[in-house]
């Protein structure tokens, strides 16, 4: 399996950017992919999650109402649209496998993941 996160890059606070995942490899057991957020010093946050064959997805209450997450399946690709981003959204941006996905809880990665990608919202 491997994944290649792209699309970082440095926005002003209310701007939008995207983030693209490529993944190849993957088997039944890997249609759930999440994008995954860490700062240093703090605690790496699950921000979205989607079950690529049944659509279910799961956002983070940081982010929900701003990020929408989505797949192309025939591309084998997730995105992540960022709308109306803030300051506390500057983090290195991951995709990865997801473990446990649960709608309006939680997700958890897995065993793999992309490189990370670095978005930074300026205020």
């Known amino acids: 399996v491997q994944l290649q996160a792209s699309g970082g890059g440095l926005v002003q606070a209310g701007g939008s950017l995207g983030l693209s995942c490529a993944a190849s490899g993957f088997t039944n057991d890997d249609e759930e992919i999440g994008w995954f957020r860490q700062v240093p010093g703090k605690e790496r946050e699950g921000v979205s999650c989607?079950?690529?064959?049944?659509?279910?997805?799961y956002y983070a209450n940081s982010v929900k109402g701003r990020f929408t997450i989505s797949s192309d399946n025939a591309k084998n690709m997730v995105y992540l649209q960022m709308d109306s981003l803030k300051a506390d959204d500057t983090a290195v941006y991951y995709c990865?496998?997801?473990?446990?996905?649960?709608?309006?809880?939680?997700?958890?990665?897995?065993?793999?993941w992309g490189r990370g990608t670095l978005v930074t919202v300026s205020s």
């Open positions: 989607i079950n690529t064959r049944d659509g279910s997805t």
């Open positions: 990865a496998t997801v473990r446990v996905m649960i709608s309006q809880l939680g997700c958890w990665p897995g065993n793999y």
